[in-house]
């Protein structure tokens, strides 16, 4: 069973950066997609950045540019560096872990089946 947990979410000003990290235990590379999603109050979940088994990165357009996602040599811990932040990109953020195919749609959360708990990230003006 692959659990991610997530950790260092907090608090930051606009233009600030924070740094999040989410050890996956059990992950092997049947689960060859590892991501971010987020979701702020009333609104649903959405992708912001995943990565495959073998480190190739995908981006919402949202976090094109401002966001770089990550993986130790391991393949067992993701992280997502986040700069430049908005008071919009205020919300939970999850990781995810799971198997897609072609023609997966590789930011959409339903393709994902273990998730993190989630780590809050406030983005004040």
């Known amino acids: 069973q692959v659990q991610p947990v997530e950790s260092g979410g907090g608090s930051v000003q606009a233009g600030g950066s924070l740094s999040l990290s989410c050890a996956a235990s059990?992950?092997?590379?049947?689960?060859?997609?590892m991501g971010w999603f987020r979701q702020a109050p009333g609104k649903g979940r959405e992708g912001v950045a995943t990565?495959?088994?073998?480190?190739?990165?995908y981006y919402a357009d949202s976090a094109k540019g401002r966001f770089t996602i990550s993986q130790d040599g391991a393949k067992n811990t993701i992280y997502l560096q986040m700069n430049n932040l908005r008071p919009e990109d205020s919300a939970i953020y999850y990781c995810?872990?799971?198997?897609?195919?072609?023609?997966?749609?590789?930011?959409?959360?339903?393709?994902?089946?273990?998730w993190g708990q989630g780590t809050q990230v406030t983005v004040s003006s």
């Open positions: 995810a872990a799971g198997t897609l195919w072609a023609g997966s749609e590789r930011l959409r959360s339903d393709e994902y089946n273990f």
């Open positions: 059990g992950r092997t590379s049947a689960q060859n997609y």
């Open positions: 990565i495959t088994y073998s480190g190739l990165t």
